[in-house]
């Protein structure tokens, strides 16, 4: 007799009489009557997740790959001029189950998105820009099931840059307790924002922002955010200095890749 919501007879064929073996044949052939999917396996930062469901008739099983728990998070772009490229990073630390990611790119407006797989990693690399564009960006994790195919989690929100850096930025140690920061204008740019840490990699960059206005070529620093406190810059400490400009699109203002760090210390 059947088991499960199945309970009339379940048809048997002897497959060998002498040694009285048997498989089970399933006349549900094409429609089992599966039972809800069971989690297998939870997914973790280092592993997929695997879910399994049964025939209530014959007991043939089915998997599959679970989708990535989490949601990325663009934190920045860095913009290589002369390559027409930009490094995209992005927070995963909450996802769960990613075996890599996908990124999406594609100018303003524009209908088709281009496409690039990266491995299980927090930065990626989108190509092929030109100078003065403005480009939307998203990112999303994806699982590789047993057949190779991917199975997607939820995208980052889509996020927009103006792709231009500005070229031979300068910094300088300037009158004791502060730096100097210049650079050439672009006369697109209607405006600048330059940020700096103490951290080489430019962790915690965000919290000091100085702003400078449409034409300029420089700022002056003489302090620092240090756990939302703010103090003077320290003679003899080497700070980690990053500049971006703001582009107007639409009546509004959107900002552009940020440059790669460069250090100065402070007299």
């Given at each position: 007799?059947?088991?499960?919501?199945?309970?009339?007879?379940v048809?048997?064929?002897?497959?060998?009489?002498?040694?009285?073996?048997?498989?089970?044949?399933?006349?549900?052939?094409?429609?089992?009557?599966f039972?809800?999917?069971?989690?297998?396996?939870?997914?973790?930062?280092?592993?997929?997740?695997?879910?399994?469901?049964t025939?209530?008739?014959?007991?043939?099983?089915?998997?599959?790959?679970?989708?990535?728990?989490?949601?990325?998070?663009?934190?920045?772009?860095i913009?290589?001029?002369?390559?027409k490229?930009?490094?995209v990073?992005?927070?995963?630390?909450?996802?769960?189950?990613?075996?890599?990611y996908e990124l999406n790119?594609r100018a303003r407006?524009?209908?088709?998105?281009?496409?690039?797989?990266?491995?299980n990693?927090?930065?990626?690399t989108?190509?092929?820009?030109t100078?003065?564009n403005?480009?939307e960006?998203r990112?999303r994790?994806?699982?590789?099931?047993?057949s190779?195919?991917?199975v997607?989690g939820?995208?980052?929100?889509?996020?927009?840059?103006?792709?231009h850096?500005?070229e031979?930025?300068r910094?300088?140690?300037?009158?004791?307790?502060t730096f100097t920061?210049?650079?050439k204008n672009?006369?697109?740019?209607?405006?600048?924002?330059?940020?700096?840490?103490?951290?080489?990699?430019?962790?915690?960059a965000?919290?000091?922002?100085?702003?400078?206005?449409?034409g300029?070529?420089?700022?002056?620093?003489?302090?620092?955010?240090v756990?939302?406190?703010?103090?003077?810059?320290r003679?003899?400490?080497?700070?980690?200095?990053?500049?971006?400009?703001i582009?107007?699109?639409?009546?509004?203002?959107y900002?552009g890749?940020i440059?790669i760090?460069?250090?100065?210390?402070?007299?």
């Amino acid at each position: 007799m059947g088991t499960g919501p199945y309970k009339f007879p379940v048809l048997k064929n002897v497959v060998n009489p002498d040694e009285q073996s048997s498989i089970d044949l399933c006349e549900c052939i094409g429609m089992h009557p599966f039972g809800a999917w069971k989690t297998e396996r939870t997914a973790t930062a280092a592993q997929t997740g695997l879910e399994k469901r049964t025939c209530y008739f014959c007991g043939q099983s089915q998997t599959r790959t679970v989708a990535p728990a989490g949601r990325p998070t663009i934190r920045n772009t860095i913009a290589n001029s002369a390559k027409k490229t930009s490094d995209v990073i992005w927070d995963k630390s909450g996802i769960r189950g990613a075996t890599g990611y996908e990124l999406n790119w594609r100018a303003r407006g524009a209908g088709r998105w281009a496409v690039r797989n990266t491995g299980n990693t927090a930065r990626g690399t989108v190509s092929g820009l030109t100078i003065g564009n403005l480009y939307e960006i998203r990112v999303r994790p994806y699982a590789a099931d047993a057949s190779g195919a991917a199975v997607y989690g939820s995208w980052s929100d889509t996020i927009y840059r103006y792709f231009h850096t500005t070229e031979k930025i300068r910094l300088a140690s300037g009158s004791r307790g502060t730096f100097t920061m210049k650079w050439k204008n672009n006369p697109k740019a209607a405006g600048y924002q330059v940020l700096y840490t103490t951290s080489p990699n430019g962790t915690g960059a965000a919290e000091n922002i100085k702003k400078a206005g449409k034409g300029a070529t420089g700022i002056t620093v003489s302090d620092i955010k240090v756990n939302g406190k703010k103090q003077k810059l320290r003679s003899g400490t080497t700070y980690y200095v990053q500049v971006r400009e703001i582009c107007e699109a639409g009546g509004k203002n959107y900002i552009g890749n940020i440059s790669i760090p460069l250090a100065v210390k402070v007299r």
